[in-house]
């Protein structure tokens, strides 16, 4: 079975605060993907990775950076944490090539709350 | 842009009753579609798949979904729900040419005794 794991469960953190949320899969997907989830607006992407180095914006970017300098790893960056990215985020990967129709494999998300 | 609708908020069904969640999707080539379970507190977990060919598709709790393009739909059926199943179900899709889903805003199924 395909394994994500998103390194923490629940954090805490402080306006303006840089935040590292870290997502690790163990199945040599190339595609790897960052959403948040909030009530009544569903799973929106963040941003997602096709390549080693390779990051693309999905649909809300702004205040987010992300980096994959391993094909394991894919690393979610809040720059300067603010309150209204209080969420629940999720990564997720699937296999094949870029512009593939394979599955996305989700970990169990991380609940982050900025004070 | 591709949408996905799924029109029920929240739906209650009784223990042992059978199961449909509605999914309507926007006019696309060749849409991939894909039905998720959440669990509260938990990440989404793949329930099945449609890519092409035989329209009623078997996924795994039990669950089959059935693609219909006349109707854009790919609603999710269960012939008798357990309490566990529930949980929040999102369908989603993909279109040719692009790798990201577009998710529906989730129907949550709550189970009465």
């Known amino acids: 079975d395909v394994k994500v794991t998103q390194s923490s469960r629940y954090l805490v953190k402080r306006t303006g605060e840089k935040v590292f949320l870290e997502c690790v899969q163990d199945?040599?997907?190339?595609?790897m993907f960052w959403y948040r989830q909030d009530p009544g607006l569903g799973l929106r992407l963040i941003y997602f990775?096709?390549?080693?180095?390779?990051?693309e914006k999905g649909d809300i970017p702004e205040g987010y950076s992300v980096s994959r300098e391993k094909k394991e790893r894919f690393s979610l960056i809040l720059e300067s944490a603010s309150t209204n990215q209080t969420s629940m985020y999720l990564c997720?990967?699937?296999?094949?090539?870029?512009?593939?129709?394979?599955?996305?494999?989700f970990g169990d998300g991380t609940r982050l709350s900025i004070l | 842009a591709q949408s996905v609708t799924q029109p029920d908020i929240h739906i209650t069904v009784s223990e042992g009753a059978s199961l449909e969640l509605r999914c309507n999707y926007s006019?696309?080539?060749?849409?991939?579609l894909f039905w998720y379970v959440q669990s509260p507190g938990q990440g989404l977990q793949l329930l099945l798949k449609?890519?092409?060919?035989?329209?009623l598709v078997q996924g795994i709790k039990g669950f089959e979904a059935e693609f219909k393009r006349s109707q854009s739909s790919f609603n999710l059926r269960k012939p008798s729900v357990h309490w566990s199943d529930a949980a929040e179900y999102f369908c989603?899709?993909?279109?040719?040419?692009?790798?990201?889903?577009?998710f529906g805003k989730g129907t949550m199924l709550l189970v009465s005794p």
């Open positions: 199945m040599d997907h190339e595609n």
């Open positions: 449609y890519f092409s060919g035989d329209t």
């Open positions: 997720a990967s699937s296999g094949g090539q870029a512009y593939s129709n394979q599955p996305q494999h």
């Open positions: 006019y696309g080539a060749t849409p991939y």
């Open positions: 989603a899709r993909i279109d040719s040419g692009y790798s990201t889903l577009t």
């Open positions: 990775s096709y390549d080693v180095k390779m990051k």
